[in-house]
């Protein structure tokens, strides 16, 4: 009996992480518009370094500094979605010349 309640136990706990992931990412507005995106990722940038400086100074260790990152969120979102839509419009043609080498690959080696 309790070797078929794993499984159902280990899909809960997962199902319950992975929602509350999504959940606080929608809660933090990681979800919505570029101008959220970018407002939970300067709170993130604030609250982090004082974060990790209290843990390090707890445990004993000493970290070297944080690198400083100045870049656009809304700039480097908008050139992943020109990259990906790229990528999805020549798809067909790649497949398509792709399909057509391995053929000519095929009976080149039945030959």
Known sequence: MASRLYPVVKFVVKGSLAGGAVYVAYDQGLLGSSKQGAEALRKAQAALPPAIQEWTSYVGW?????????????????????????????????????????????KDLAK
């Open 62 to 106: 000493e970290l070297p500094s944080t690198p400083k990152f100045d870049f656009s969120v809304s700039e480097t979102w908008n050139k992943g979605v020109h990259t990906a839509m790229s990528a999805l419009s020549v798809a067909p043609t790649r497949a398509r010349e792709y399909t057509q080498k391995g053929w000519k690959y095929v």
